[in-house]
């Protein structure tokens, strides 16, 4: 693979064209730079080619990272399964959370994000579309109560949802899922007071986020595509 800013230009291509397959425009599309076990150089060289949304999985990982980078401009996701006992750091560190998945992580952020922070804090709701048991993520029967409660917390915005497929490796076997996280959004929109707060699907990665912009994904989690193969992993 090339370096940084090549691998760049050459994701954005590939999503120019699955933007095009679909009548989509690629402003509609987030790129997040997915810098797990990555040094915080990898970071601040992947913002100089122009990513301005970073995702971490690890909260310790993330926090080292912006010790060292201090006010770089950048956006930051947490993507990974996010233990309760880590929610106050998650709060401080990260703009936007993609997994929550439960009633009671949700009343925890929602009380730090009220002692911390003067506005809500943007998150998605983590749907668990297939049948994975290492897999995180509310049941699709269980999304709409757990939005139900989340969506009265003043702490926190739900913004969408989120998912993490189960692998295959044609990515065309991924895009029921994709399509199935789609209509969950759907159903949300019919159902909600704020439906015009519900714009974001996180879905697609390295491997297939041609096929989740096809279905409807407005933020795709990039690793590999862009740096590479990861060293060995560190929290």
């Not at 933007?19 to 730079?33: A, F, H, L, M, T």
């Not at 749907?127 to 509310?138: A, L, N, W, Y």
């Not at 714009?199 to 590999?224: C, K």
Request: one cysteine or more; proline letters at 5%; hydrophobic letters at 35%.
């Amino acid at each position: 693979m090339g370096g940084i800013k090549e691998n760049l230009r050459l994701v954005r291509e590939r999503v120019a064209r699955a933007c095009e397959r679909s009548n989509r425009s690629p402003d509609e599309i987030v790129i997040i730079g997915v810098t797990k076990t990555f040094d915080a150089s990898v970071v601040k060289e992947a913002v100089e080619a122009g990513i301005t949304h970073i995702g971490e999985n690890y909260v310790q990982e993330a926090r080292s990272k912006k010790e060292i980078l201090g006010n770089i401009p950048v956006t930051w996701h947490m993507i990974g399964h996010l233990q309760s006992n880590k929610a106050k750091q998650a709060v401080q560190i990260f703009d936007w959370i993609h997994t929550l998945d439960r009633l009671s992580l949700a009343e925890k952020l929602n009380r730090l994000v009220s002692q911390q922070k003067d506005k809500p804090l943007p998150v998605l709701l983590q749907v668990k579309v297939g049948q994975e048991d290492t897999k995180s993520g509310i049941a699709p029967d269980e999304l709409f109560r757990l939005y139900d409660e989340v969506s009265q917390m003043e702490g926190l915005q739900i913004r969408g949802l989120m998912t993490i497929p189960p692998y295959f490796e044609n990515p065309e076997d991924v895009r029921p899922y994709f399509r199935q996280l789609a209509d969950l959004l759907k159903r949300l929109k019919d159902r909600s007071d704020r439906p015009e707060l519900l714009t974001e699907l996180s879905m697609g990665m390295s491997h297939d986020f041609e096929v989740a912009i096809e279905e409807g994904a407005t933020m795709i989690r990039v690793g590999t595509a862009i740096f590479g193969e990861r060293p060995s992993c560190r929290r």
